[in-house]
C-alpha cells in the first residue's frame, strides 16, 4: 500500500478522531488504572510504587478500611465537599446575574465585559492568590476596610483591631469563589445566550410579572447551564491544594493536602492511592447524574 493513501480523506479523519482517544488512554485511563492497582497494594515502607505492585495478586483493603474509620480522612472529606458546596453555590448567586447581564447589554460593552471576566487567566494562578495572601493579612487595607464595616454593623460587640482572615476556612472558599467563578459565568452565558427572548415577552404579555416571568420560563431553561457550571466549579474546587495550601487552615486540611502529604511525606502510597479513588468516586457521581439529566432532557425534547 502506499503512503500516500494513508492520507486521503478518510486516513485523516480517522487520525483526527483516534487521537483525542489515544491521549485519554494514555493519559487518563492508564494513571487511572495504575493509581486504582496501588490502592489495593500492601504499604511498603520507603519503596518505590512499583514494589508495591509486586505484593499482587494479594488484594488488601486495608487501606479503604483506615480511610472509613479514620477520622482524620473522613474530616478532610467532610470539609472538602462542604468548602466546595459553599464555594460552588456562591459562584453561581455571583454569576448568574452577570451572566444574564452580559445577554442584556449592547454587543460592544458585551465584549468589554467577556474580556474583562477572562483577564484573570492572563496572568499566573499562584501570583493571583498570593496578591490575596496580601489583601487578607492582619494588616492590609481590605482588613482594616472590613473591620470598620464589622465594628459598625455590630456595635454592641467588643471593637476588634483586625479581623482574622488568613488560615481559616473563610479565606479557602473566599479565594476558590474568586478563581473558579469565571467557570460558572462562561457556561451560564453561553446558556442563556441561546434563549428565545420572545417567550419572555409572551408571558409579559399574558401578564406575567419579571420576577414570575424569570422563575418559569428563564430559570428553568437555563438548567443546563447552572448544572455545568457547578460541575466545572464544584469538580476542582473539592480536590483543591494550592489555595487550601496556602491561605487555608493547616490543622483542618482539605482532601488535596492530605493526599500530597501521603505521597510525598509520608510515602504511603497505596493509602494516597486509596484516597484518591475515593474522592474520584464522588466527583463522579455528580457527572454521572448530570449526564441522567442531559439525557433525559434530550428524550423530552425529541418526544
Known amino acids: 500500500m502506499k503512503p500516500a493513501s494513508w492520507f486521503d480523506r478518510r486516513g485523516w479523519s480517522d487520525l ?59 474530616r478532610a472529606f467532610a470539609v472538602s465537599l462542604f468548602n466546595a458546596s459553599i464555594a460552588t453555590v456562591l459562584c453561581l448567586l455571583i454569576g448568574y446575574p452577570m451572566a444574564l447581564g452580559l445577554t442584556r447589554v449592547p454587543k460592544a460593552v458585551n465584549r468589554v465585559l467577556l474580556m474583562m471576566i477572562v483577564l ?7 501570583l493571583r492568590v498570593y496578591a490575596w495572601i496580601g489583601l487578607m493579612g492582619n494588616n492590609s487595607w481590605f482588613n482594616h476596610l472590613l473591620t470598620g464595616l464589622y465594628n459598625v454593623v455590630v456595635p454592641q460587640a467588643w ?36 434563549l428565545d427572548r420572545t417567550l419572555d415577552e409572551a408571558a409579559m404579555d399574558l401578564g406575567s410579572r419579571p420576577v414570575q416571568v424569570f422563575l418559569d420560563v428563564t430559570l428553568p431553561l437555563s438548567m443546563p447551564g447552572i448544572i455545568a457550571g457547578g460541575l466545572l466549579v464544584f469538580i476542582p474546587a473539592a480536590g483543591e491544594l494550592v489555595i487550601p495550601s496556602l491561605v487555608g487552615n493547616q490543622s483542618d486540611p482539605m482532601v488535596g ?47
Not at 484573570?120 to 499562584?126: A, D, I, K, V
Not at 493536602?257 to 494516597?272: K, R, T, V
Open 120 to 126: 484573570p487567566f492572563w496572568t499566573s494562578f499562584l
Open 159 to 194: 471593637h476588634i483591631a483586625n479581623i482574622q482572615i488568613m488560615y481559616t476556612n473563610f479565606a479557602v472558599i473566599f479565594v476558590v469563589v474568586y478563581s473558579y467563578l469565571p467557570f460558572m459565568i462562561l457556561p451560564l452565558y453561553a446558556n442563556l445566550e441561546k
Open 16 to 74: 483526527i478522531i483516534g487521537l483525542p482517544y489515544a491521549w485519554a488512554i494514555v493519559f487518563i485511563f492508564l494513571p487511572i488504572c495504575i493509581v486504582s492497582a496501588l490502592s489495593f497494594a500492601v504499604p511498603i515502607l520507603n519503596s518505590p510504587p512499583y514494589e508495591f505492585l509486586k505484593t499482587w495478586p494479594y488484594l488488601s483493603f486495608d487501606n479503604f478500611q483506615r480511610l472509613f474509620s479514620d477520622s482524620i480522612y473522613i
Open 257 to 303: 493536602a492530605i493526599i500530597s502529604q501521603e505521597f510525598g511525606l509520608n510515602h504511603d502510597w497505596p493509602m494516597a492511592s486509596a484516597i484518591s479513588v475515593a474522592l474520584l468516586v464522588i466527583l463522579v457521581m455528580p457527572l454521572m447524574a448530570y449526564t441522567r439529566f442531559q439525557s433525559r432532557a434530550e428524550a423530552g425534547g425529541t418526544r
